[in-house]
């Protein structure tokens, strides 16, 4: 991506960024990623980058373990296998183990399911491979401390059994000669020492005449002497020469190992790559945690369409201060390409316009941005910002001349791929001359179909914003009544600069604002008036907008509640009848099964009997098996009819009360107790009927007809 001037990322804190994106690099590699973080123009690479920071993100948030936690930096490691002849120590060749252990924990991370779920990742190692052998050599000569193993050749286990008995033998002396001298009381201490690779005893300096050996040193207060006993040297010479035999044979394994791992130079240096190439996505995924960074829709052509996008470093501010960050929302096609903000100072206008340019720099990096994921944006071949006092003293350009060269920059080499941003456009000159030129440029500009926001205090400008194709307004809000900024951008009108009104506010004599009124043109004075009252107006409306809103979501909120609670009732409902349905289902199909065996057997009895009168029986038991079903069908027709009627209170029954007889469910008024039973007038006809067979009822009350 092309952009200008050269400080144009600076200029938009761009620096800032890949500074808090280092920080969360561990390796050099990745580090140095950081450092190089390019702008890229192509979808495809842009839309690759955003996929790996992404799917990183997610494993985060899902606490899902992705093991690329060896933090290697092995230049020197890898460098040294492509120099012939050269030997890796121990630890160098275990670092390289470690790279390969890696890789290979990474590889088998990837199961079939995860190369699915994490393509973008799983593309950074798909044209590489784990081979075991390159820690089947390491094996082979080194064990887990890095250190050559005694059976890494037959050579070395030979000198080494050979040193294990020359130092038990030199141990074994040691201690016979500090227990002489321990008895004649020569020994300054009694641990032994080494000096100069050998083994000495500390004995009093006035004493060393008086034991045969070589005096290796003295102590700073020459109060003690180290001297090796003539009985060790000997033993010492053997050992020493031993150690150098050790010392050539672990050499010459370790020079042969560093060749045989030479052979997998490129595998291993691609080894290191990859885990760099992790851990540099890893910090893509830290800071977009950090600054709540999102994946965004990509679109092939030139737009905007920016949904709840913070400026990322002021999010980051004011979030360590507990302050509120106001998020911009925008869009801009090829039917509205250009957006000119107004308003008062120290509104937002600049801060609007680096956050839209920040993002667009972020995203063609590669990395996730504070967005709504709703947010689509295209990719732009260059970006040209103006920003501030671009005076350059270095060619004795003034403000408005640096201003106009840089326009003449932008108008020469915009077109429909082109993303620029504009500062206060026209300032520094003549408001007259200087508003005519911005004209222009702003004209010129939406000719060639370029892509920007521009902010400016400049009346015309507002007024052709919504004239000329392409271009449409845009305004900060403002609180009149507390004179403070909303940092909120309002798309589709021009805004007020606010002028008297904050002169008014703080308090300046009204005389001299008058004053300053009568200066003004009468035009110019009276459309900044309608801008703030419009403005005014605009914000009484989106608060009674909100609280409708508000009203319209609790409305829907109770209203999906009652048709969860009307739908759960008819669930109840229908299952409370199915239930009763499938009861009486059973019992109807228990009857019937009954009256068939007994039907059943009625014919054979029938078949049975031989004259007329036991066939005369026969038919009698039919009859009467065919009138208890009736019989039983009309008490539970009367039984429903009394239930649906009547209802039981809980209480004792006493003369008068209205009772309902147990036995048969017929209902009548008790006229008379005798004992423990008794007499309930059903009709004309008394009963006498245990108490225990009766309970009080009472009239249901009829409900309501609407």
Not at 570 to 595: P, R, S, V, W
Not at 603 to 613: H, M
Not at 677 to 702: A, F, M
Request: aromatic residues 6%; neutral net charge; glycine residues 6%.
């Amino acid at each position: 991506m092309k952009y200008f001037p050269e400080s144009a990322l600076v200029q938009l804190e761009f620096d800032k960024i890949q500074a808090l994106l280092q920080d969360h690099c561990k390796t050099e590699l990745g580090t140095q990623m950081a450092i190089d973080l390019r702008l890229h123009t192509h979808i495809d690479y842009v839309k690759s980058a955003l996929q790996q920071a992404h799917e990183y993100k997610q494993l985060i948030l899902l606490q899902e373990h992705f093991p690329n936690d060896h933090v290697l930096n092995l230049h020197t490691e890898l460098r040294l296998l492509s120099i012939q002849g050269a030997v890796l120590t121990g630890d160098q060749a275990m670092s390289l183990r470690k790279l390969a252990e890696s890789m290979h924990s990474i590889v088998r991370f990837f199961d079939h399911d995860r190369r699915i779920q994490y393509g973008g990742l799983f593309d950074v190692i798909k044209d590489t491979y784990y081979e075991k052998k390159i820690t089947a050599l390491i094996d082979e000569v080194l064990d887990e401390t890095g250190q050559v193993r005694d059976n890494a050749s037959p050579e070395l286990a030979k000198i080494r059994i050979s040193l294990f008995r020359k130092r038990t033998e030199l141990r074994r002396m040691f201690e016979r000669i500090l227990q002489k001298l321990q008895k004649l009381n020569y020994l300054a201490d009694q641990e032994e020492a080494f000096l100069n690779g050998r083994r000495v005893v500390a004995i009093y300096a006035e004493n060393k005449r008086m034991i045969k050996g070589i005096i290796h040193g003295e102590s700073d207060t020459r109060k003690t002497a180290f001297l090796e006993p003539e009985e060790t040297i000997e033993l010492n010479n053997d050992i020493q020469s031993l150690e150098r035999e050790e010392g050539r044979e672990v050499y010459r394994i370790l020079k042969a190992l560093t060749s045989s791992l030479s052979g997998y130079s490129e595998l291993l240096n691609g080894y290191h790559q990859i885990l760099g190439t992790y851990d540099f996505i890893r910090a893509k995924a830290k800071l977009a945690l950090d600054m709540d960074g999102n994946y965004p829709s990509l679109v092939p052509h030139a737009q905007l369409h920016l949904v709840q996008a913070y400026h990322p470093l002021l999010l980051l501010y004011n979030r360590r201060n507990s302050k509120p960050t106001v998020p911009v929302s925008i869009s801009l096609d090829k039917d509205a390409h250009i957006l000119v903000i107004s308003g008062p100072n120290a509104g937002g206008k600049t801060v609007t316009l680096k956050t839209i340019g920040l993002i667009q720099l972020m995203l063609q990096s590669g990395l996730l941005v504070p967005v709504h994921p709703s947010s689509q944006l295209g990719i732009f071949k260059q970006l040209m910002i103006h920003i501030g006092d671009t005076q350059s003293l270095e060619f004795e350009l003034s403000t408005y001349s640096s201003h106009l060269k840089n326009m003449k920059y932008f108008m020469e080499t915009a077109n429909g791929r082109t993303l620029f941003f504009i500062d206060e456009l026209g300032s520094g000159s003549d408001p007259n001359l200087g508003g005519a030129f911005a004209e222009v440029i702003m004209e010129e500009l939406a000719k060639k179909h370029a892509f920007g926001v521009v902010t400016t205090h400049y009346l015309n400008l507002k007024v052709m914003a919504n004239k000329v194709k392409g271009i449409i307004n845009g305004a900060m809000g403002f609180n009149e009544q507390t004179l403070m900024p909303m940092y909120k951008l309002m798309v589709g009108k021009p805004g007020s600069s606010y002028t008297f009104s904050i002169a008014e506010r703080i308090g300046l004599n009204p005389a001299l604002i008058a004053r300053a009124k009568k200066l003004v043109d009468e035009g110019h004075f009276q459309l900044d008036k309608l801008l703030n009252k419009a403005e005014q107006d605009l914000q009484i409306v989106e608060s009674k907008e909100k609280e409708l809103q508000k009203l319209v979501k609790e409305n829907e909120k109770l209203k999906r509640e009652y048709e969860m609670l009307s739908d759960k009732e008819k669930k109840h409902q229908q299952i409370t009848f199915l239930k009763l349905q499938n009861q009486i289902k059973e019992t109807d199909l228990a009857y019937l099964k009954d009256m068939e065996r007994k039907l059943k057997q009625i014919v054979v009895e029938w078949k049975r009997a031989g004259d007329s009168n036991d066939r005369e029986k026969v038919m009698k038991q039919a009859e009467i098996l065919l009138f208890r079903r009736r019989e039983k069908q009309i008490n539970e027709k009367h039984n429903k009819k009394v239930q649906d009627k009547f209802e039981e209170v809980g209480r004792n029954v006493q003369v008068g009360d209205q009772v309902k007889i147990l036995t048969n469910r017929q209902v009548g008024r008790l006229i008379e107790i005798r004992d423990k039973r008794g007499i309930v007038q059903l009709g004309n006809i008394p009963i006498n009927v245990k108490l225990s067979d009766l309970v009080v009822v009472q009239e249901k009350p009829t409900e309501p007809v609407d």
